[in-house]
């Protein structure tokens, strides 16, 4: 069971710095289907034995962070991820569940996947006022004035449209496009891009929305969010849309079942090579909104729509060289340099050979021709070698033995298969992760301070750890400048701290001294401890001298605390270094107690009853009333089932859940009752 375990823990740390790598830094290491298919490992494993699985699991939450460049607002509803698969018969099972939970079988609408970057457009009586990126799913970047540069974007719409709404799409860039603006950045003298995706990802996130109306982005709209009395259907919706003057895919098409599903996938996985633009698959969804409300969603996906990636494409090409980069926990990813090759469209120069396991079974060597695919992923992978061709003096391809950042010994633990730096407390890209984390929106929350911010006055010796923050002085950074070129976008930008900007950061580091004592427990970024453990950990033993002498069993006993958790806080706490940043914090003026009236965990009226929530509400948004349920205790559930507590009911609930919650003797219960519960 140990072993399963801790297979868990390390999926769900791989699993995080990925999801961290692809939605705040756009620079993955590993491809779209080896994510998921680590993520269906940890899903599988956590189904099985659920009471090892992470409250933060990255199975329930969707992946990312907010970067502190922009203004973050939250999103009207979340922006959830799509459930990807890869074959007809996960496809056919799709429809087997979809047909179960609505009672009928569905139509559906495809709709090309665009391999671009997400955005939720706002318009108020006509005219664009909001343009918000994913972030992580509940909030994300303001990059409105950017958005207002892309031409097919109408600032005012036309013909009969609503009051108020939001439609979220896809900003990417035509292959050409891509392509004449690499030739004019060689003429230049500068680094061309590597591929579509990262150039608009990047391009978003210019500082100078005068700069970004130099690129060549464009976007396809495809979910409307508003009034869902004005639309039967999602075709509907977006033929109004369309109407309005926003631009919608014509690729988009009704299908009355599965087989017609599959016939259009088969026709655009070939004729996507025909396309001006990038897409990696087929976007499937229940296109009546009736049924998309009966049948729900899970925590992190919509139970009506899935999403069909193409099968990758595949080129040979040399094998220069191997990089070996250091990640913010210490994890070494090795990295393949190659001579270019064109793979749908984009030249590849670099891909992910991920760890020491995958180099050793696949015995690649420098100077190997390799085989390397790429379908929608960003970073491709190298999949095998031609042997044939190999030079007849090769020599196997060792991995590192030493950390090529600051040189410590790597570690590699029996039940993990990445290597990691021994010296967490010294070596550089470690250090400025944690630094990053400890002021994050979850931990400190200085979001006045930005990972260029920490970089700077890393470089400049104000920082070497994060009870540094609190040594700051207003005259040690006034005036301090940095140069930077982001390595996404190639926006070069100067980075000057003037009268305002050291002012906020200042003032931000001395609000944060009032940041509660499971906050700053987390911000201390010690290994397996996330938001939940350290609300447990700060619970239970209130502060932080009974946690630094707590022994195995103490720590065991605490609920969802396991031997990797409990091992991992004694090591860090017997490290006499890390004592003395605890001291220094401490007469810095932070809480490493529980204050009388702190409130860690919340209230608890609901505390272990499942709710299944359904129908539209008056009081309440549908997520509004599911953040209410878990703040109380409570726990929501997709679907009905014996163990269900209450089916809570709004307008127009689907009559398939009804019929099941009546036969199964559940409780119904209206708003109303609910707000008598809490």
């Given at each position: 069971m140990q072993e399963i375990k801790n297979k868990i823990d390390t999926l769900t740390a791989e699993l995080k710095e990925h999801n961290y790598r692809y939605y705040v830094l756009a620079e993955p290491v590993i491809s779209d289907r080896e994510f998921d298919f680590l993520l269906k490992e940890l899903e599988k494993l956590e189904i099985q034995f659920p009471e090892y699985a992470h409250s933060d699991s990255p199975v329930k939450v969707v992946g990312g962070a907010i970067t502190k460049n922009f203004i973050n607002k939250k999103h009207i509803r979340p922006m959830l991820s799509l459930a990807n698969t890869y074959t007809e018969q996960d496809l056919r099972d799709f429809d087997e569940r979809v047909k179960k939970l609505a009672g009928i079988s569905p139509q559906y609408v495809c709709e090309l996947k665009f391999d671009g970057f997400a955005i939720g457009l706002t318009y108020k009586k006509g005219k664009l006022t909001q343009a918000l990126t994913r972030g992580d799913g509940i909030s994300g970047d303001d990059v409105t004035e950017n958005v207002k540069t892309i031409r097919t974007i109408p600032h005012v719409l036309q013909g009969n449209y609503p009051d108020e709404f939001e439609i979220r799409g896809e900003i990417f860039m035509h292959r050409k496009a891509f392509e004449r603006m690499n030739e004019e950045r060689v003429k230049k003298g500068e680094i061309p891009f590597a591929n579509p995706r990262n150039s608009a990802a990047g391009t978003i996130k210019m500082q100078e929305s005068t700069e970004v109306a130099k690129r060549p982005l464009d976007c396809f709209l495809y979910n409307f969010i508003g009034d869902e009395k004005l639309f039967s259907s999602h075709y509907q919706s977006l033929q109004a849309a369309k109407s309005w003057g926003l631009q919608i895919n014509d690729a988009t098409k009704i299908c009355e079942n599965i087989d017609e599903v599959l016939v259009f996938i088969k026709y655009w996985d070939s004729e996507r090579k025909n396309l001006t633009f990038e897409t990696d698959g087929v976007v499937v969804k229940v296109n009546s909104y009736q049924l998309q409300h009966e049948i729900g969603f899970t925590a992190k996906n919509p139970r009506w729509a899935i999403a069909y990636k193409f099968e990758t494409e595949r080129a040979e090409t040399k094998l220069l060289s191997v990089d070996f980069q250091v990640g913010r926990t210490g994890a070494v990813t090795p990295v393949a340099n190659l001579e270019p090759v064109l793979i749908l469209g984009t030249t590849v120069k670099r891909a992910s050979l991920h760890n020491n396991d995958i180099i050793e079974q696949l015995d690649v060597r420098i100077g190997d021709t390799v085989y390397v695919e790429k379908g929608g992923e960003i970073i491709p992978k190298i999949v095998g070698v031609d042997l044939s061709k190999r030079p007849i003096f090769s020599?196997?391809?060792?991995?590192?033995?030493?950390?090529?950042?600051?040189?410590?010994?790597?570690?590699?633990?029996?039940?993990?298969?990445?290597?990691?730096?021994?010296?967490?407390?010294?070596?550089?890209?470690?250090?400025?992760?944690?630094?990053?984390?400890?002021?994050?929106?979850?931990?400190?929350?200085?979001?006045?301070?930005?990972?260029?911010?920490?970089?700077?006055?890393?470089?400049?010796?104000?920082?070497?750890?994060?009870?540094?923050?609190?040594?700051?002085?207003?005259?040690?950074?006034?005036?301090?400048?940095?140069?930077?070129?982001?390595?996404?976008?190639?926006?070069?930008?100067?980075?000057?701290?003037?009268?305002?900007?050291?002012?906020?950061?200042?003032?931000?580091?001395?609000?944060?001294?009032?940041?509660?004592?499971?906050?700053?427990?987390?911000?201390?970024?010690?290994?397996?401890?996330?938001?939940?453990?350290?609300?447990?950990?700060?619970?239970?033993?209130?502060?932080?001298?009974?946690?630094?002498?707590?022994?195995?069993?103490?720590?065991?006993?605490?609920?969802?605390?396991?031997?990797s958790i409990a091992n991992s806080v004694i090591a860090w706490f017997k490290n006499e270094k890390h004592l003395k940043i605890i001291e220094s914090l401490k007469s810095n003026g932070l809480n490493f107690e529980i204050n009388e009236g702190d409130k860690i965990v919340g209230e608890n009226k609901l505390n272990g009853k499942s709710f299944v929530v359904s129908g539209v509400f008056s009081k309440f948004s549908r997520d509004g009333i599911k953040e209410t349920i878990e703040k109380f205790g409570g726990k929501n559930s997709g679907s009905i089932s014996s163990k269900t507590d209450y089916v809570l009911a709004g307008e127009n609930m689907g009559p398939a859940k009804l019929e099941k919650a009546q036969k199964l003797g559940i409780k119904i219960i209206s708003e109303e009752d609910f707000l008598k519960m809490i």
């Open positions: 020599q196997k391809l060792d991995f590192i033995k030493v950390c090529p950042e600051c040189g410590a010994t790597l570690v590699k633990q029996e039940d993990e298969a990445a290597h990691y730096c021994s010296d967490e407390d010294n070596c550089p890209p470690q250090i400025k992760g944690k630094l990053l984390h400890f002021v994050s929106r979850k931990a400190m929350n200085i979001d006045s301070i930005g990972e260029e911010t920490i970089e700077m006055l890393w470089e400049k010796g104000l920082l070497n750890d994060i009870s540094d923050f609190y040594k700051i002085k207003y005259e040690d950074i006034l005036g301090l400048s940095k140069k930077t070129v982001n390595e996404i976008s190639g926006e070069v930008r100067f980075i000057s701290l003037k009268e305002k900007s050291a002012h906020n950061i200042i003032s931000g580091i001395e609000n944060s001294k009032n940041t509660s004592f499971e906050k700053v427990l987390y911000g201390l970024g010690i290994r397996y401890i996330g938001e939940t453990v350290s609300k447990k950990l700060a619970s239970h033993f209130k502060n932080i001298e009974k946690i630094i002498s707590a022994e195995y069993d103490d720590l065991t006993s605490v609920d969802e605390i396991g031997e």
